[in-house]
């Protein structure tokens, strides 16, 4: 086993210490956030992710995780550094990397032995290069170092059984020792037979900006079924079903609703597109399965509006769930940010409940009311609209629902409840491709 320094304590970073150490590795995940060290030294977590508390306490308990605030004593401690900060958006589709190469810096700085340097966050193509260059101008000693592209693919939700059970693990090296050193450190994965692809550093990141801008095509693809569905009377569950069944489609993220959001999906696809550009290339797909994105967040809105007979002005609309998807408390790019753009903008009032969100979105609409239980939240409603598939909304009592609203009026963005329940409940109802 290996002593790993993670320099990036976000939900790559966090989640990746916690199941490396768990894997038997000793661990230090090292940030400059120190807000961010010291919750993590009192036993919080900072962020909502199923799972994460209890391995993190157990690997502390054990000895084997541990946090700080020096990043270069970090990096002096440790054979294998992973650097996992945030890669955000930055102009025209590229991405910030401002923070990777900061690492970088600090790990030329501090190379005091022959360390392995793999970088987990997502960077663009060719950035691999780059870090080997940054690390190389800043490090003094002609000490030796080996760099790893080790790509993630965490989905938020589930990202501590992804971490400890993947599909594959990806690693993308230039030599034989740095390999060998990360099969000892995902030893547990090895063993157990986990395809580990070893492949060049490029391959490596450009398999991660594939795989992701497939899983958006995939999913702009069946919400533009949908939207078919819903002018010919086709229910594309049924249609999304039959098409699972063909083990070359597979079932898995063929669920329309109401555009993919989050940290990855939007901002992956558009930096492949301009890697893409930069190489002389037009990605027709990837760039319709954005376009698609875009309208369908819109075709949400304009659903609820018909839904309204277009006039919400001073109307109340209480949205039940603000996350871009159920299990997390991440809000970005998440299709209730263009709803509740659009209501407020059209003079609704907007009530609001998620149960892990709410704080998050606050802080992007001063104006929108969140409230502690769909039941205060939808209280008095001339509409209801459901933009996340929490559990408790799949289960939500309609009879209930029916007594609270001022309206029975619902639009159902993830197609969670049954057409026959709301019509027997007497609800008037809009879905996704479920007529
Ligand atoms: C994604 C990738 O799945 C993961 O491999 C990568 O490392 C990070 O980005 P994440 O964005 O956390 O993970 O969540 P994911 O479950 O992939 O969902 C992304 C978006 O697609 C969400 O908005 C979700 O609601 C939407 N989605 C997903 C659908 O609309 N339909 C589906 O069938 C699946």
């Known amino acids: 086993m290996k002593k790993i320094a993670i320099i990036g304590t976000g939900y790559v970073g966090l989640v990746s210490g916690a199941g490396l150490s768990d894997f038997g590795n000793t661990v230090i ?260 399965a954005i376009e698609a994105n875009q309208s369908q967040k819109s075709r949400m809105v304009k659903k609820l509006m018909d839904l309204m007979n277009n006039d919400v002005s001073e109307k109340k609309i209480a949205l039940l769930g603000l996350a871009f998807k159920a299990q997390t408390d991440d809000v970005r790019e998440s299709p209730a940010i263009d709803m509740i753009d659009a209501l407020l903008k059209n003079g609704a009032v907007v009530n609001a409940y998620d149960p892990e969100s709410n704080a998050n979105m606050k802080k992007k609409f001063n104006d929108l009311n969140v409230f502690d239980s769909w039941e205060e939240a939808v209280k008095d409603a001339d509409c209801v609209a459901i933009m996340t598939e929490w559990n408790e909304f799949r289960g939500l009592d309609l009879a209930k629902l029916k007594e609270l609203v001022k309206s029975p009026v619902i639009l159902d963005t993830r197609n969670i409840l049954s057409n026959a329940d709301l019509e027997s409940h007497g609800f008037k109802y809009d879905n996704v491709g479920r007529k």
């Open 29 to 288: 995940c090292a940030d400059i956030d120190i807000e961010k060290i010291n919750l993590l030294k009192n036993g919080e977590i900072p962020i909502y992710e199923p799972g994460l508390k209890e391995i993190v306490q157990r690997n502390v308990k054990a000895g084997r995780l541990s946090f700080s605030r020096d990043v270069s004593k970090s990096i002096r401690d440790c054979d294998v550094v992973f650097i996992a900060v945030g890669t955000p958006e930055g102009e025209n589709g590229t991405s910030d990397l401002s923070a990777v190469f900061d690492v970088a810096r600090a790990i030329g700085e501090n190379l005091n032995g022959y360390k392995v340097i793999c970088t987990k966050s997502t960077v663009p193509i060719g950035t691999g290069v780059r870090i080997i260059e940054k690390i190389k101008n800043y490090s003094k000693s002609e000490k030796k170092f080996d760099y790893i592209s080790n790509p993630e693919f965490l989905r938020e939700g589930s990202a501590v059984k992804d971490f400890l059970w993947p599909d594959r693990v990806i690693i993308g090296a230039s030599n034989q020792k740095a390999i060998d050193m990360m099969k000892d450190v995902y030893r547990p994965l090895y063993i157990n037979e986990t395809p580990i692809i070893q492949t060049t550093i490029q391959t490596a990141e450009l398999i991660k900006y594939a795989s992701n801008a497939f899983l958006a095509v995939k999913i702009s693809y069946i919400n533009e079924i949908a939207n078919i569905c819903d002018e010919i009377g086709a229910d594309v569950h049924v249609v999304s079903k039959a098409m699972g069944i063909d083990g070359r489609i597979s079932p898995k993220f063929l669920h329309p609703g109401p555009g993919f959001g989050g940290s990855c999906f939007p901002k992956d696809t558009k930096a492949l597109i301009s890697t893409a550009e930069m190489l002389g290339l037009n990605l027709k797909v990837v760039s319709g």
